[in-house]
Structure formats: structure tokens, C-alpha cells
């Protein structure tokens, strides 16, 4: 054997023993490790509701509700091409005018269907709120359950914050149910123009285009969480999504 094949066969040894070391380090995998798996979601817990003997809680009810479609389908039923904010501050303008030469004042309000508790606003808006609107109509007479909403966003009842969560979420402003107490640091403080959240440790409710939404204060368990009654805003967090 010539000193060129024995040198090449000290270097294949060498190699051989480096993998064969490698391996039995590495557990014997030869291929990149795997990541490792993902940990399962930890749900926060909600804080007791204050107002949720107002919310008219049915669990009983909630079994047998049918469960509500994603937010992002609700959204989808929702026709595209809002327009922009000047737009709808222009189209704003125009009918308050018309308004103020009809009855001599300027408010606006929307419509809330009697049979089905859907709110239909009274003036142009941009397609995000339109979004929040059809979010809270889906489920406006769904069953309150205290946690309802919080495991998934497809559920069979919602709480107060599961269902502002729910609403936000079909016009894609919250990537997954939150807490009230969560809630409270939701989008930047202070009052939006067509959108509010307010919220604390215990309850959250929300005022879309001047309409509320809330669990609290409705006139059964069945009734709509679209309310006209203004609720107490005494010790709650002010919220609003930025432009909006």
C-alpha cells in the first residue's frame, strides 16, 4: 500500500469516528433537531362580572344555541369598497345639515330591528366599523354564560367581554377573545370617533356609532346586546382603535 492510500484511509477512519461521535451526542438523530412543540394556549382568567345577574345568564339555553359562525365569515357577508374617512366626514356633514332644516337638531340615530335585535347605523361609515356592526349582530341575542366567547371565538354564548371580543374581531381590530381586565389596555386611550371600549377588572361593554353594545341591561335572555339606555361609565377604562 503506498503512502498516499494509507494517508487516505487515516483521514476516512478519522471521519467515520468524528460521525459516529456526533451522532451518539446528538442522540442519534441525523437530521436538524425538531422544533420543539408548541405549548398549549393558557386561557386568563375573567375576573367575577358585577352586572352578569343583569345579563341574564342561561347556560341551559346555552346548550342547545347554535354555535355562531366565525368572526372573519360575518366580516365576509360585509360588502367591500367603504369609503375613505373624508368621504364619510363630508357624507356626515351633508345629512346633518339635512337633519338640523328637517327637525331642527343634529343627532343621528340608527336602527334597531325589533325581531332580531340587529343594528342598522343611520349614516355612511367606514367598512371597519361595518365589520364591528355585523360582528355584534351575529351574535346580539346569543345567551350570556359567564367565560362564553374565551375558549374560542365560535362559541354557543358569550360574556360581556367575549362578546365585545367576538365583534372586534370581524373587522380584524383583536387576534384573539379577551378579558375586560385585558380590555382595558386594548387599542389607545380615550374615546374614538365611531368606537369606544370601556372596560375594568369585571365587565366591558362598547359604543359603536352611538349605539351600545352590552350585555348588561337587556330585557331577557334572548334580547339584543344593542342598547340606546346609555350604561354608567363610573370606574371604566376608555379605549379606542387608532383612527377609528
Not at 364619510?88 to 332644516?101: D, F, G, P
Not at 364591528?132 to 374565551?150: M, Q
Not at 380584524?172 to 370617533?193: D, K, M, N, R, Y
Not at 335572555?221 to 339606555?229: E, K
Request: with cysteine.
Amino acid at each position: 500500500m503506498t503512502r498516499r492510500t494509507t494517508l487516505i484511509a487515516a483521514l476516512a477512519l478519522v471521519a467515520a469516528a468524528a460521525l459516529a461521535l456526533g451522532l451518539v451526542l446528538g442522540g442519534g438523530a441525523s437530521h436538524p433537531a425538531a422544533h420543539p412543540p408548541a405549548r398549549p394556549a393558557t386561557l386568563v382568567a375573567e375576573a367575577p362580572d358585577p352586572l352578569a345577574a343583569q345579563s341574564y345568564p342561561d347556560p341551559s339555553g346555552a346548550v342547545r344555541h347554535a354555535r355562531a359562525a366565525a368572526p372573519s365569515a360575518v366580516a365576509a357577508q360585509v360588502a367591500p369598497g367603504a369609503p375613505s374617512l373624508a368621504q364619510v366626514k363630508r357624507e356626515l356633514q351633508r345629512e346633518r345639515q339635512i337633519q338640523r332644516e328637517e327637525t331642527g337638531h343634529s343627532h343621528l340615530e340608527g336602527y334597531i330591528e325589533p325581531v332580531t335585535g340587529a343594528f342598522s347605523p343611520a349614516n355612511v361609515i367606514p367598512l371597519k366599523i361595518s365589520e364591528v356592526i355585523a360582528g355584534g349582530n351575529a351574535i346580539a341575542d346569543f345567551p350570556y354564560v359567564y367565560g362564553g366567547g374565551h375558549a374560542s371565538f365560535i362559541d354557543r354564548a358569550y360574556d360581556c367581554s367575549g362578546s365585545v371580543s367576538y365583534a372586534l374581531a370581524a373587522a380584524g381590530l383583536i387576534g384573539a377573545p379577551e378579558t375586560s381586565g385585558q380590555l382595558e389596555h386594548w387599542g389607545v386611550p380615550g374615546p374614538g370617533h365611531y368606537l369606544t371600549v370601556f372596560a375594568n377588572a369585571g365587565h366591558t361593554f362598547m359604543n359603536v356609532d352611538g349605539v351600545w353594545f352590552d350585555t348588561a341591561g337587556r330585557a331577557g335572555p334572548f334580547s339584543t346586546r344593542w342598547l340606546t339606555a346609555r350604561p354608567s361609565l363610573n370606574g371604566y377604562a376608555v379605549r379606542h382603535y387608532p383612527g377609528l
